[in-house]
T-cell receptor, first 114, second 113 residues
């Protein structure tokens, strides 16, 4: 079946602009996660959605970052007033409910801030 | 606090040699542990997972990992390396709340002929 789909695959934008990243999870996966991967580093957790529960936003680095998800479908991650330190690969993952369930990752969006 | 430590940011082996990638974890609750592989410009692919069943876990592509509670380790092994195994490998621990994975910094595996 289809995996996690992310768009765009690459995004180049000027400092100060807003960007919106999209994630389409695997059908039937109620949990959705966003991570950030900076060059040469591991993954940093950003935000978690589970069904209609309140999201866990504890990983968002600043109030310039926000994310939405309607039900168990598509999610968007928005970064306002982008800064050069926002340059990274943003990865989305989805899973069935439960911390023992493996997360399935998309190929990510590579964001470059000029 | 929960954490994951991967010893060695870079491991080099010859084709056909044993692969050993080290992972140690810290957790006050029984852990759920995962190994992922990342090829260039791709997302992460699950290799295997430990979720409190058998301590020796077999995964895809001939990889396996052994959970050792006494050593708080979950090292990844493969008896014979292939050129196609060259990639970055991440060890991850499910956080206590079940809302995220805590990742190690990754180990880049190079395989030479």
């Amino acid at each position: 079946g289809a995996g996690v789909s992310q768009s765009p695959s690459n995004k180049v934008t000027e400092k100060g602009k807003d960007v919106e990243l999209r994630c389409d999870p695997i059908s039937g996966h109620t949990a959705l996660y966003w991570y950030r991967q900076r060059l040469g580093q591991g993954l940093e957790f950003l935000i978690y959605f589970q069904g209609n529960s309140a999201p866990d936003k504890s990983g968002l680095p600043s109030d310039r970052f926000s994310a939405e998800r309607t039900g168990e479908s598509v999610s968007t991650l928005t970064i306002q007033r982008t800064q050069q330190e926002d340059s990274a690969v943003y990865l989305c993952a989805s899973s069935r409910a439960g911390s023992n369930q493996p997360q399935h990752f998309g190929d990510g969006t590579r964001l470059s801030i000029l | 606090a929960q954490s994951v430590t991967q010893l060695g940011s870079h491991v080099s082996v010859s084709e056909g040699a044993l692969v050993l990638l080290r992972c140690n974890y810290s957790s006050s609750v029984p852990p759920y542990l995962f190994w992922y592989v990342q090829y260039p410009n791709q997302g992460l692919q699950l290799l295997l997972k430990y979720t409190s069943a058998a301590t020796l876990v077999k995964g895809i592509n001939g990889f396996e990992a052994e959970f050792k509670k006494s050593e708080t380790s979950f090292h990844l092994t493969k008896p014979s390396a292939h050129m196609s195994d060259a990639a970055e490998y991440f060890c991850a621990l499910a956080n206590q709340a079940g809302t995220a994975l805590i990742f190690g910094k990754g180990t880049t595996l190079s395989v030479s002929s």
